[in-house]
């Protein structure tokens, strides 16, 4: 077994941004109308990956793959594998929940929508920050019970009831503040675990437990749909290398894995303004101005684990189909110090899609942030198609020439293991046209008969003041024989 070795554990840390470790260990010894569920409106019809693909790879990956998958026998496997696909599909309806749920934690940190409260920073360390969080916690309880046309309130009010919590009585509010800590307080023990097991893995010196550490580091995490727009500035600048390579030409059917929600991240969790997502018209964005696609030719497939991510997408293609235009808010820190090229990214964020907008109002307390906003033509918007499904599981089943000529999946496969990773790159693999590629943050085994090859990488530098994270960004060629009848691919 082999990987590409590109040194990802030099504290390259994936960009839905962590609460530093100084602050997680204060937090703990601090604090030791009815919503609808978001609607299914997948453009697409998904097929599972067959057990006579999954038997190589478990081969492959012997000690890595699960112990019930590991024999040989054809009729064994062919018995157990819809077992264990079947535990996986629950799992990962249980992993968004948690995810659902570290984004609930965030909101009620940062959030600025439902409190005149201030947002809690590291610098807030100091004895009110108690006070300033069981206030902040009263206001989003309050927010609740009238959440209004607010589409994070009216998301966290479905969730909450969905698990059994009500707002209709002094005792439910009760019990509904308790769950709130306890889960603030799981969140962040979490977190101070994943950087943990991270660093323990670092001072053991051992290649194999860092690689393993770092680009798994999430196996067991929530699925989050927080995005950012830090990832796209890196895939550009991949693009652009892969583009001076002579690496691609003419890209006219691309796909997204994992495009998420800027909903309230890990690192700043802005509300005030509308859910949004980035990736599909960052990609979009990027290819026309480097080159190899031109504006009005080129399709874009959004697929997410997240029927709430389809949701936002479909209910944007419908506004699209009346003549409406996608507005994306694009915050910048201003206390964070960029470096040129990330600035220069956001700066010409959109242009190839859109045209400036008005930028939402800055709410009371929050200074220092820059803003922009970009105005996304209609019929951009329709030429993304959302596409519920499971990347582990499940894929396209694509005529040749409808097949990818790029995928990008970043911040993604970081969240499964070294099995569930190559299962997803099976699935990617047969969605992709001969010699198309896959662009990536993580770094993939390449195991004998690997379906994706990786070709190169690129270290990306975001900020002067954070010279300690760095993003890598690899990309991946489809093997020439991926689909070939009976390959382990």
Request: include cysteine; aromatic fraction near 8%.
């Amino acid at each position: 077994m082999s990987c590409f070795n590109i040194s990802m554990v030099d504290t390259a840390v994936s960009l839905k941004i962590r609460i530093s470790g100084v602050w997680i260990v204060f937090l703990l010894s601090v604090f030791s109308p009815a919503a609808q569920p978001p609607q299914r409106d997948s453009a697409c019809s998904a097929v599972s990956i067959p057990y006579e693909e999954v038997q190589p790879i478990a081969k492959a990956l012997k000690e890595a793959a699960p112990v019930e998958l590991r024999r040989n026998e054809a009729d064994v496997l062919a018995k157990a594998w819809p077992v264990w696909a079947a535990r996986h599909s629950t799992l990962a309806q249980e992993r968004m929940t948690r995810g659902d749920e570290d984004t609930l934690a965030n909101l009620i940190i940062f959030g600025t929508s439902f409190t005149a409260q201030p947002r809690f920073t590291q610098s807030d360390i100091g004895p009110l920050a108690r006070k300033v969080f069981d206030a902040r916690l009263d206001d989003f309880i309050r927010a609740l019970e009238a959440p209004g046309t607010n589409d994070r309130l009216v998301y966290m009010r479905w969730l909450l009831e969905s698990k059994g919590h009500s707002l209709s009585s002094t005792a439910g509010r009760a019990k509904l503040r308790q769950y709130l800590i306890a889960n603030l307080l799981r969140m962040l023990r979490e977190q101070q675990g994943y950087e943990k097991a991270l660093e323990e893995a670092r001072r053991s010196g051992n290649p194999d437990a860092m690689f393993a550490a770092s680009e798994t580091r999430y196996r067991t995490r929530g699925l989050s749909v927080d995005t950012a727009l830090f990832p796209n500035y890196a895939v550009e600048e991949a693009l652009k290398a892969m583009r001076t390579r002579g690496l691609l030409k003419d890209v006219k059917r691309v796909a997204v894995i994992g495009p998420g929600l800027d909903f309230a991240d890990k690192q700043g969790g802005y509300d005030f303004y509308p859910e949004q997502t980035l990736q599909p018209f960052a990609l979009i964005d990027s290819l026309v101005r480097i080159g190899p696609s031109q504006a009005g030719k080129l399709d874009v497939t959004a697929m997410d684990i997240s029927p709430h991510v389809i949701s936002h997408l479909a209910a944007a293609r419908r506004r699209a189909k009346r003549g409406t235009p996608y507005v994306v808010q694009l915050p910048r820190d201003l206390n964070s110090s960029w470096k040129p090229g990330t600035i220069a990214f956001w700066e010409q964020f959109g242009r190839q899609i859109g045209s400036p907008s008005k930028s939402s109002a800055l709410p009371p307390g929050i200074s220092r942030l820059g803003m922009r906003a970009v105005s996304i033509r209609p019929e951009v918007v329709l030429s993304v198609t959302p596409c519920e499904m499971n990347i582990v599981l499940q894929r396209l089943n694509l005529p040749e020439a409808q097949k990818f000529d790029l995928i990008v999946a970043t911040n993604i496969l970081v969240y499964y293991d070294f099995f569930e990773q190559s299962l997803a790159m099976a699935n990617i693999a047969r969605m992709l046209k001969p010699s198309g590629f896959l662009v990536s943050n993580t770094g993939l085994i390449e195991f004998p008969g690997s379906p994706l090859n990786a070709v190169d990488y690129l270290k990306v530098d975001y900020w002067n003041d954070r010279p300690d994270v760095r993003e890598h960004i690899v990309w991946y060629r489809r093997a020439s024989d991926a689909n070939s009848p009976g390959s382990a691919r």
